[in-house]
């Protein structure tokens, strides 16, 4: 018998629409390699819609006071509260990740990210007045750039796009958000939500391929490009954005080094970065993947990681006892089985290291140990429940060897010294520096990095500001 699949539609202009060619593809649950739904497969005739439709939106929600933006913001907020075993259910099915885990440690951020970026809209502010020449004073403003083409990832679907829409609907844009071809459930949904609290074409939602945000992108419309993605993704964007001189805000890879000092708590260490590293099957650019241990401790700390890896459980989103789900798709399966493949003769792994189960994209949580520097395992971005451990002998070394990667988003220091922890977190260069921690966020603070980790922050005030331009306004006093 075949199950007839959900039709999933794109969100533009107040409505939901099916492609205006009708092309479609197949959504996939990644628990267990079923589709379940289709989404349109947008084209160029998709794309000037949704642009047309947010660029005639924009004046009026741009010239909106802050305080009705607010408002607007903190109905989404209310709403997803509401409705949030729908959106559960969804993303559930989007990503296979445990219910339990998406309720808990999803929809709480979610909804506290958009009640910050609520109350930002309301700090949309320039620097006081004041005369820096005689008989002219100045006032600077700060204004939304525009229409916002966004695109998010498929790791965590949800987040992202809130990471994306709050805080360009807050400083006054409107929004073109793209979710990935294989996680477009709960973005549609999110567009339901939003669109019965914003005026039409404020927010949009286009669904389809890489082609389809390389038609954003070169769009002639969108005065700011976003992406959350593969390093590869977001140097293409920058080139097309660059065409235009489009604004772009890139959060991209990362390759997070886990510094572990002599003086550390071990089995507490081990706990929070098995955790930190297998959270989500490692889809995650700060997971705590890449640690760097003190040859003192080395092999305690390896023999702990292993058991560690060994109790951790990954298995069906309806599974209470299970840390993580299925990697997302075929082909991230497929790289990181090539990971573990491609190991040189050195390394050794001490967990995992193999695929779970016939059906769906299970992967074991694995540790490999023995790796060199310049080892491929070490340098790349595996995005999948592998932590990696190096052996170094000092603490220049372990901040050489921290760096010695093209990423540059996030990092963690594990030590009892204080001044130890100071130079770490002064010489690491990366956008964040945890200490005797790894991966908690807030929406007060930024997050973005360096490198080929890219560039602008999401989050924060940091985060808002990047959704905004500064225009300078002087004005004489001769009347």
């Not at 409505?15 to 989404?39: H, L, M």
């Not at 994306?164 to 073109?176: E, M, S, W």
């Not at 650019?285 to 459980?313: G, M, N, P, Q, W």
């Not at 996030?410 to 520096?433: I, Q």
């Amino acid at each position: 018998m075949t199950t007839e699949l959900r039709r999933l539609r794109n969100y533009i202009d107040g409505e939901f629409r099916d492609a205006a060619d009708g092309r479609t593809t197949e959504v996939v649950n990644p628990a267990t390699g079923d589709a379940y739904a289709t989404a349109p497969l947008s084209g160029a005739a998709d794309i000037d819609a949704a642009m047309a439709a947010a660029e005639a939106a924009f004046p009026a929600w741009r010239d909106l006071v802050p305080g009705e933006r607010q408002k607007a913001l903190l109905k989404i907020a209310d709403e997803i509260e509401r409705r949030a075993e729908e959106l559960i259910a969804a993303e559930s099915e989007n990503t296979g990740k445990p219910i339990g885990l998406t309720r808990s440690e999803e929809i709480p951020p979610m909804v506290d990210q958009i009640r910050f970026f609520a109350g930002a809209a309301r700090l949309l502010e320039g620097r006081s007045a004041g005369e820096y020449m005689e008989g002219l004073t100045s006032i600077v403003r700060r204004e939304p750039v525009g229409v916002c083409a966004q695109v998010a990832p498929w790791n965590y679907p949800m987040m992202m796009a809130v990471w994306k829409f709050a805080p360009a609907l807050a400083a006054g844009n409107t929004v073109v958000l793209k979710p990935s071809d294989t996680t477009p459930a709960s973005t549609v949904l999110l567009a339901e939500i939003i669109g019965g609290i914003v005026p039409k074409g404020v927010f949009n939602v286009v669904c389809g391929d890489r082609d389809t945000g390389r038609l954003m992108v070169e769009h002639r419309t969108p005065a700011m490009a976003s992406i959350t993605g593969s390093v590869r993704a977001g140097m293409q964007v920058a080139e097309s954005a660059s065409k235009d001189l489009k604004r772009v805000h890139l959060e991209l890879g990362g390759k997070a080094p886990v510094v572990v000092f002599e003086d550390t708590d071990i089995p507490k260490a081990v706990e929070d970065i098995s955790v930190a590293g297998f959270f989500n099957a490692g889809q995650d650019c700060t997971a705590a993947t890449r640690v760097l241990v003190h040859e003192s401790i080395h092999d305690e700390f390896v023999a702990a990681l292993t058991k560690a890896a060994e109790d951790t459980k990954t298995g069906q989103p309806d599974d209470e006892d299970v840390l993580f789900g299925p990697l997302n798709n075929a082909n991230q399966l497929a790289q990181v089985v090539g990971f573990i493949d491609r190991l040189p003769s050195h390394a050794k792994v001490e967990a995992g290291g193999h695929r779970v189960g016939e059906k769906g994209y299970f992967f074991a949580p694995t540790v490999v140990s023995g790796l060199k520097q310049d080892d491929e395992i070490i340098q790349k971005e595996v995005f999948g429940p592998v932590i990696t451990v190096q052996k170094f002998t000092d603490e220049e070394q372990a901040t050489q060897w921290a760096n010695g990667v093209e990423y540059a988003l996030a990092s963690s220091v594990w030590t009892k010294n204080h001044a130890r922890a100071m130079r770490m977190s002064k010489n690491l260069d990366f956008g964040c520096v945890w200490i005797n921690t790894h991966i908690p966020l807030v929406a007060e603070m930024p997050h973005g990095g360096f490198k080929k980790s890219g560039y602008g922050k999401d989050l924060s005030a940091y985060g808002f500001e990047d959704y905004t331009r500064v225009k300078h306004v002087m004005t004489s006093l001769d009347g």
